[in-house]
């Protein structure tokens, strides 16, 4: 279990202690983001709790409670801001990013890093931008690209593109950020990479070996040589058998 999921399981038992729960079924105020509540607090156990007083809400229930505020700013307003976001936006949300795990790192931390690479799809039904047929999935919608932390399942970066690239159309660009973070502000922790075939490609594997001074050793799926030789022989003998049939054998014979 990684640091944050204790944290926040530790902080829920001491709100459970704590708190008088109710439970009614009058439709009342409701909310999907009650989770709002734990993060509330374990982002003031972290000392960032400012944050909060410069993020865009709505008047959603929990967020008045977390901010402790009658009234938000409206669902088109909020609209209105994404609207606005563009690739500056995205980047100062990778700083933020940067400065979050900065900060967990100070309380604990970590022995190992695994960079896990991965790539998904986000189906999309509608006529977005960059929605596109995968192949692969066989479906419609984004295939963006992932890093996790392979040792605690955080996710350290993500990125999107559309339904068409494949798994490592644009890797070296989306992973270089983050060698370079690591050897720079972790030096003592050891990075380990971790992805599959897709992303083997040449221009990956200079770009690490430039960055990490290191070798490189691809696991794959071990085929001794004597069970190559049977799949072989299985092999010819099958196209021998299929050979015979259709040539050999006198018109129709061999089709009874």
Same mark, same amino acid.
């Given at each position: 279990m990684s640091f944050i999921e204790q944290e926040v399981k530790r902080i829920f038992c001491e709100s459970e202690q704590q708190r008088q729960i109710k439970i009614n079924f009058d439709g009342g105020d409701l909310s999907s983001d009650a989770g709002l509540l734990l993060i509330k607090e374990f982002i003031s156990?972290? &000392?960032? !709790?400012k944050l909060l007083d410069k993020t865009l809400k709505t008047n959603d229930p929990v967020f008045k409670s977390v901010l402790e505020k009658d009234a938000l700013v409206s669902q088109p +307003?909020?609209?209105r801001f994404?609207?606005?976001?563009?690739? !500056? +936006?995205?980047?100062q949300f990778l700083v933020i990013d940067r400065v979050l795990r900065k900060k967990i790192y100070s309380i604990q931390m970590p022995q190992a890093v695994i960079l896990d690479l991965d790539s +998904?799809?986000? !189906?999309a039904y509608g006529r977005q931008e960059g929605r596109a047929y995968n192949f692969h999935y066989q479906s419609n919608g984004y295939h963006p690209l992932v890093c996790y932390d392979g040792m605690t399942g955080d996710l350290i970066k993500i990125q999107l593109r559309d339904g068409t690239q494949y798994s490592c159309t644009e890797v070296v660009d989306f992973l270089q950020p983050v060698l370079d973070e690591y050897l720079h502000d972790y030096p003592e922790i050891p990075i380990l990479l971790r992805g599959d075939s897709g992303f083997s490609t040449p221009d990956l594997v200079e770009a690490i070996r430039e960055t990490l001074d290191c070798n490189l050793v691809f696991h794959g799926n071990v085929v001794s040589v004597n069970q190559m030789i049977g799949i072989m022989? &299985?092999?010819?003998?099958?196209f021998g058998i299929i050979y015979y049939v259709v040539t050999l054998l006198p018109d129709g014979e061999g089709r009874r």
């Open positions: 156990k972290l &000392g960032i !709790d +307003t909020v609209s994404f609207n606005r976001m563009d690739k !500056d +936006t995205l980047n +998904t799809l986000l !189906d022989m &299985g092999s010819i003998a099958v």
